[in-house]
């Protein structure tokens, strides 16, 4: 078929098969660590769960109270007493400041 010229019609434009392949390190080395992970676990010894469970070991593991949680909290309570503390005495210095005339 012979191209005829137009003025009124386009040409179609080029179309390429082009598929652009993208490199995601992220997901490369998540496969990489999962595929260790299955080899490592395949060479491990199997754990006999219940023997732990039996002995009362996991029970008195998980229900110690953690130590340095209430210092932790008193703490933080203390310092949140002595920032509002110090904000309502400074407020009404403030407010004194906002009201009064420029001279």
């Avoid at 993208?22 to 080395?29: G, L, S, T």
């Avoid at 310092?79 to 309502?88: A, N, V």
Wanted: a positive charge; glycine letters at 2%; charged letters at 30%.
């Amino acid at each position: 078929m012979a191209m005829i010229f137009s003025p009124f019609r386009m040409p179609k434009p080029k179309r390429f098969n082009y598929m652009p392949l993208y490199y995601d390190e992220r997901k490369e080395k998540l496969k990489k660590m999962q595929e260790a992970a299955e080899a490592k676990k395949d060479s491990l010894p199997r754990v006999n769960l219940r023997r732990g469970f039996l002995t009362g070991e996991h029970a008195r593991r998980r229900h110690q109270p953690a130590k340095g949680s209430l210092i932790r909290w008193i703490v933080i309570l203390f310092l949140m007493i002595i920032f509002f503390r110090y904000l309502f005495l400074k407020i009404d210095e403030f407010v004194l400041l906002l009201t009064q005339q420029p001279r």
